[in-house]
Nanobody
Framework: QVQLVESGGGLVQAGASLRLSCAGS????????MGWFRQAPEKEREFVAG????????RYTDAVKGRFTVSRDNAKNTVYLQMNSLKPEDTAVYYC???????????????????WGQGTQVTVSS
C-alpha cells in the first residue's frame, strides 16, 4: 500500500498563493488516480481537485476552478495543488488521497479513494 504525506500548508492573507505537496512512499503514485479534499471546521469533507495517473485528466470543484491547479510529477512520486487567489472560505485541512481503481478518470467521491494522508492546515485571513 502507499503512504501519503502532505506539506505546504500555512497561514496566509487573502489573495496570496500556496502550493501543497503530497509525497508518496511504499508504492509508485503512478499506480493511482489522486485527489485533494478539504474539511473546514464543522463542515463535511469536500472534493477539491483530482488528477489521473498520467496527469492528462483533471477535475475541480466549481469553487476553485480558475484559482487552483492540480499536477503531478510521477518521477518524484509527488502530487501538487497550486492554490492562487486564496479566500478566507478556502480555510480548511487539506488531504490528498489515492484511488487504486479509477486511474484515468478522477472521481470526486471520497468513498472511492483507498489511501489518505494526515492533512495539512491552510488558513486564509481576510
Amino acid at each position: 500500500q502507499v503512504q501519503l504525506v502532505e506539506s505546504g500548508g500555512g497561514l496566509v492573507q487573502a489573495g496570496a498563493s500556496l502550493r501543497l505537496s503530497c509525497a508518496g512512499s511504499g508504492r509508485p503514485l503512478s499506480s493511482y488516480g489522486m485527489g485533494w479534499f478539504r474539511q473546514a471546521p464543522e463542515k463535511e469533507r469536500e472534493f477539491v481537485a483530482g488528477i489521473s495517473w498520467s496527469g492528462r485528466s483533471t477535475r475541480y470543484t466549481d469553487a476553485v476552478k480558475g484559482r487552483f491547479t492540480v499536477s503531478r510529477d510521477n518521477a518524484k512520486n509527488t502530487v501538487y495543488l497550486q492554490m492562487n487567489s486564496l479566500k478566507p472560505e478556502d480555510t480548511a485541512v487539506y488531504y490528498c488521497a489515492a484511488d487504486a481503481t479509477r486511474l484515468s478518470v478522477p472521481t470526486g467521491r471520497d468513498s472511492f479513494y483507498d489511501y489518505w494522508g494526515q492533512g495539512t492546515q491552510v488558513t486564509v485571513s481576510s
